[in-house]
């Protein structure tokens, strides 16, 4: 069939507000987020229920078009950038964002895949629950997005990544056949645990059309400090001491290089709220209970007793927390607002960050000494962005494969939580032990046969 006619079966399917097919309306869904990926597709298939979405499975299916969904477009792995083919359709979930039930007592929350996750997490907040998923870009994310992606954050030391909320899926496979649903059941082992199978599929195995997600009580007393230290390894010191003294009431504990911050005070023109220095920590406690705040003041004393911390400060009220957070979420603006850059999202074992640091600075001033690094990440997760700055698109797969390599001298991952997506396609497959890239394809081939679901990401294209 030719295209006019896909458009109107998709038309039947959807009615007109469910498909956009002009090239100013699709122009938004063709982007990534970092302006480098650009494609194009036949139509935004945009449907409002799980019905639709079967329908629009079942069209893709029979005229062979891939089908690439899409939450909020915040991937930083180009995950929901559709290819340059033109033949692709895309599924936007964003007509699907309802809340469909808070349950204060058996904490969960059930919703439509394209729920925003802030638009969720306000509305359990006014219940006094929390979903505690934070990152910069939450405000435009959606639950199907970050179930299906995995997604990382601020908080994964203290609750752990997206997949440790999802009680339950519901979602339509290749075939047509939805499966799953969102009773919250906090323990369910019959059978397989086949959600944790579409965790971090990225949309290659089957389209996230609801979740089921734990939510937590929502934390009345929250302390937020930002210090500064003159090194990784300082910072991993005081990491074991926030461990010893805070315990599981630490929520997040990030690092960023004083250049990297020195980027948000020029690129965004935002002052630090401390002098800037070599390393800094923004640290974060909080719990139910007041009782927080003396243990994490005596934790930043004695920090400082033991010589540390060089410089910083307890915000004093909740704007000021807020103030540190503005400055650790604009890393990424403040560098995009630079040029082009090479990203990295690597893990270590916690223990080895300091050495990898230090090895791939190394690395990268071998192959160029010009280069620069714009480096941070989350120090309880051994997880860094080792970004370097102004690398095209024409040069970065050096850059990539020399981080890389270091990365796996330390036996680590090359993408601790934003994913593969087309971005770091060729560098799995380059370095991920060949069973699992095996076993990977073989859960692949039993469910998307076809190769419907996001083509070109995560796994190879299959040869014509
Ligand atoms: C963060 O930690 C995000 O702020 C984005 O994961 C990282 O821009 C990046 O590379
Ligand atoms: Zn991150």
């Given at each position: 069939m030719d295209e006019a006619g896909i458009l109107r079966d998709l038309r039947a399917i959807l009615g007109d507000r469910g498909v956009v097919a002009d090239a100013a309306g699709m122009q938004p869904y063709l982007e990534d987020w970092t302006d480098r990926f650009h494609g194009r597709a036949l139509a935004v298939a945009r449907p409002a229920s799980t019905e639709e979405v079967v329908g629009v499975v079942a069209l893709a299916r029979e005229h062979g078009l891939g089908l690439v969904p899409q939450g909020g477009r915040t991937s930083l792995a180009a995950g929901a950038t559709p290819d340059a083919s033109g033949g692709n359709l895309l599924l936007?979930?964003?007509?699907?964002?309802?809340?469909?039930?808070?349950?204060?007592?058996?904490?969960?929350?059930?919703?439509?895949?394209?729920?925003?996750?802030?638009?969720?997490?306000?509305?359990?907040?006014?219940?006094?629950?929390?979903?505690?998923?934070?990152?910069?870009?939450?405000?435009?994310?959606?639950?199907?997005?970050?179930?299906?992606?995995?997604?990382?954050?601020?908080?994964?030391?203290?609750?752990?990544?997206?997949?440790?909320?999802?009680?339950?899926?519901?979602?339509?496979?290749?075939?047509?056949?939805?499966?799953?649903?969102?009773?919250?059941?906090?323990?369910?082992?019959?059978?397989?645990?086949?959600?944790?199978?579409?965790?971090?599929?990225?949309?290659?195995?089957?389209?996230?059309?609801?979740?089921?997600?734990?939510?937590?009580?929502?934390?009345?007393?929250?302390?937020?400090?930002?210090?500064?230290?003159?090194?990784?390894?300082?910072?991993?010191?005081?990491?074991?001491?926030?461990?010893?003294?805070?315990?599981?009431?630490?929520?997040?504990?990030?690092l960023m290089s004083g250049s990297a911050v020195r980027r948000v005070e020029t690129a965004l023109k935002t002052a630090s709220p401390i002098p800037?220095?070599?390393?800094?920590?923004?640290?974060?406690?909080?719990?139910?209970?007041?009782?927080?705040?003396?243990?994490?003041?005596?934790?930043?004393?004695?920090?400082?007793?033991?010589?540390?911390?060089?410089?910083?400060?307890?915000?004093a009220s909740g704007e000021q927390a807020a103030a540190f957070w503005r400055l650790r979420e604009s890393l990424t603006e403040a560098e995009a607002k630079t040029g082009p850059s090479a990203?990295?999202?690597?893990?270590?074992?916690?223990?080895?960050?300091?050495?990898?640091?230090?090895?791939?600075?190394?690395?990268?001033?071998?192959?160029?000494?010009?280069?620069?690094?714009?480096?941070?990440?989350?120090?309880?997760?051994?997880?860094l962005h080792f970004n370097v700055l102004g690398v095209d698109e024409a040069t970065r797969h050096h850059v990539n494969q020399s981080v890389h390599d270091v990365v796996a001298s330390f036996g680590g991952s090359i993408s601790a939580e934003h994913g593969i997506g087309q971005y770091r396609l060729e560098e799995a497959y380059r370095l991920l032990p060949d069973a699992q890239l095996r076993l990977q394809e073989r859960l692949k081939q039993a469910l998307d046969p076809g190769g419907l679901f996001n083509p070109g990401k995560v796994f190879r294209r299959r040869p014509e």
């Open positions: 936007s979930l964003e007509r699907m964002n309802r809340i469909l039930a808070i349950d204060r007592v058996g904490l969960s929350v059930a919703v439509e895949a394209g729920a925003i996750v802030d638009t969720v997490r306000d509305a359990l907040r006014e219940v006094g629950r929390d979903l505690p998923i934070s990152f910069g870009a939450s405000g435009s994310a959606t639950i199907g997005g970050v179930a299906a992606t995995n997604a990382g954050g601020a908080n994964v030391l203290r609750y752990g990544m997206t997949g440790r909320f999802v009680l339950g899926l519901e979602a339509v496979l290749a075939d047509g056949t939805v499966v799953g649903g969102v009773t919250p059941l906090h323990k369910d082992n019959a059978g397989l645990n086949w959600p944790q199978l579409l965790v971090g599929s990225e949309g290659t195995l089957g389209i996230v059309t609801r979740a089921v997600l734990k939510i937590h009580p929502l934390n009345g007393h929250v302390c937020a400090a930002l210090l500064s230290v003159a090194d990784v390894a300082t910072a991993l010191t005081l990491y074991e001491l926030a461990v010893d003294r805070v315990g599981e009431r630490l929520s997040a504990f990030e800037v220095s070599p390393w800094m920590l923004l640290i974060e406690a909080a719990s139910v209970s007041a009782s927080v705040e003396a243990d994490f003041a005596s934790f930043v004393e004695a920090a400082m007793e033991a010589g540390l911390v060089e410089d910083g400060t307890i915000a990203k990295h999202d690597v893990s270590v074992p916690i223990a080895a960050l300091p050495e990898f640091v230090e090895a791939a600075t190394a690395a990268l001033a071998e192959l160029d000494p010009g280069l620069q690094p714009n480096v941070f990440g989350h120090v309880g997760d051994g997880n």
